[in-house]
């Protein structure tokens, strides 16, 4: 077992945790890299707050760690926790305003997850506001929990055109935006700006991850040796 399935099976916690058993394996591999590194992480969704006490453990404590959660009821879980480098704020996901106002004072972070309602609107909106926010240095951008994009009652279906499935599909498009030869129109900026600050996408079962660092260089195509005749 990694970290933090040791700590999810056998660990002494005092807040609840509750995830998708094979969630632990696609964490520990995105994020042991900060192990050690004092990251900065943003959780979406704080509920019981035992997921912030789960990052701390993992981190050893040398993290800073922002939860937000709509329910005024988590401002106690600080105090539960007894620690300092926890901060938690009320606001909507849902609300471009909020997290406008929200990241004025705040730093890039290396770790983001959303966690959050699960809505179709709340991970694109997450998404779109955040992503600019994410670390151009490795970070990381985690939107868990997308199996509720194939729920009626989240707003889900399959192959429906609004869900946070379908929007995503379009990473696939703009990380390949150097060999695109039809027009972009005004998307190019768009698919330009995404393909030079995200170095790879990844799909899991109800996980999306995206990872950033800066390449300003445009992909070159070269032969070495000898070739031979046709």
């Known amino acids: 077992m990694n970290k933090l399935e040791e700590y999810f099976w056998n660990g002494n916690k005092q807040l609840a945790v509750h995830k998708w058993h094979h969630y632990f394996k696609i964490y520990d591999r995105h994020f042991n890299k900060f192990i050690g590194k004092n ?8 509920s019981y707050g035992g997921s912030l006490e789960m990052w701390n453990h993992y981190f050893d404590n040398k993290c800073t760690i922002y939860g937000i959660d709509i329910n005024s009821d988590c401002l106690n879980i600080s105090n539960k926790l007894q620690t300092t480098n926890i901060n938690i704020t009320i606001g909507n996901q849902e609300s471009r305003e909020f997290w406008r106002e929200y990241l004025k004072d705040k730093p890039k972070f290396d770790i983001i997850i959303d ?8 991970q694109i ?8 926010h994410v670390s151009d240095n490795g970070g ?15 707003g889900g279906g399959l192959n429906k055109s609004t869900t946070f499935i379908e929007y995503s599909k379009s990473f696939i498009d703009m ?42 260089e445009v992909p070159r195509h070269s032969v070495r040796g000898d070739t031979p005749s046709l």
């Not at 966690?115 to 709340?122: E, L, P, S, Y």
């Not at 909106?125 to 600019?132: A, D, F, N």
């Not at 698919?191 to 079962?205: A, L, P, V």
């Open 175 to 216: 990380i390949n935006f150097y060999h695109i030869r039809d027009n972009l129109s005004n998307k190019t900026q768009l698919y330009e700006s995404f393909r030079k600050h995200t170095n790879s996408i990844h799909y899991y079962d109800s996980i999306i991850v995206l990872e950033k660092n800066i390449d300003l």
């Open 125 to 132: 909106i997450s998404y779109e506001e955040l992503y600019g």
């Open 115 to 122: 966690d959050g309602g699960h809505t179709m609107n709340q």
């Open 140 to 154: 990381i951008y985690l939107c868990e929990d997308v199996c509720t994009n194939y729920w009626e009652e989240y």
């Open 39 to 46: 990251p900065t992480i943003l959780e979406i969704g704080v």
